[in-house]
């Protein structure tokens, strides 16, 4: 079996900050770190570490509630404190670096304004926008997309739509979409189609 080689601490950080979201960033690091793997010598570390990361993957998830932060905040003190050596020092105080950052208590509220968080975000047709060209509808392997293609000498057709229950949030139909009419949105935007 090959031995996983260790990461160094500035490439975490590197590979951390290419995230857009603040709270991903904060997810990423610590999960590096546990990766790494953590020796669990030191109690705040052992077992805050783990419990910063399921509160993190709440709040990307769309399931935290401000206690949360509350918590990742406590936890990441107490490593500072207590934490025997630097990396677990470190990446406690790259949590503490981030964590007031407006993002994080928006994710509480459900809105990730990078997009970045797949359940805080969906895909929606702006109807204005929407020419009935079918090649979403084509790309689509979910099934997610209704609609059918504009035929030039018939009249009553209505845009498409994306079925939300049915949207896997794969992102393929926005990229062949030649009027820009498939956008992101916060999850929570009821938007006039009613889909
Ligand atoms: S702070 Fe360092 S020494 Fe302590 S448990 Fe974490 S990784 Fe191990
Ligand atoms: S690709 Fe764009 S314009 Fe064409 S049907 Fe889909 S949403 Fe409408
Ligand atoms: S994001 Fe993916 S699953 Fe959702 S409608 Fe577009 S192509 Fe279909």
Do not use: W
Request: net charge positive; proline share 3%; with cysteine.
């Amino acid at each position: 079996m090959t031995e996983q080689k260790e990461k160094k601490l500035e490439d975490i950080k590197k590979e951390a900050e290419q995230k857009k979201c603040t709270v991903q960033k904060a997810l990423y690091f610590i999960e590096e770190f546990l990766a790494g793997p953590m020796c669990g010598k030191c109690f705040p570390c052992s077992c805050g570490s783990y419990e910063a990361r399921i509160r993190l993957k709440r709040l990307v998830g769309g399931s935290a509630a401000n206690d949360d932060i509350v918590s990742i905040r406590r936890i990441a003190s107490n490593m500072i404190e207590a934490s025997m050596c630097k990396k677990g020092k470190d990446t406690a105080k790259f949590i503490l670096d981030h964590i007031d950052s407006k993002e994080f208590s928006e994710h509480v509220s459900g809105i990730c304004s990078s997009s970045e968080c797949m359940e805080h975000i969906k895909y929606i047709i702006v109807p204005e926008k929407c020419t009935m060209c079918g090649i979403c509808l084509e790309v689509c392997k979910d099934d997610a997309i209704i609609g059918e293609k504009k035929k030039t000498y018939l009249s009553g057709y209505h845009p498409f739509e994306i079925a939300q229950k049915r949207c896997t949030k794969c992102g393929d139909c926005i990229k062949v979409c030649p009027t820009e009419a498939i956008i992101l949105v916060d999850a929570k935007v009821k938007e006039a189609v009613g889909v």
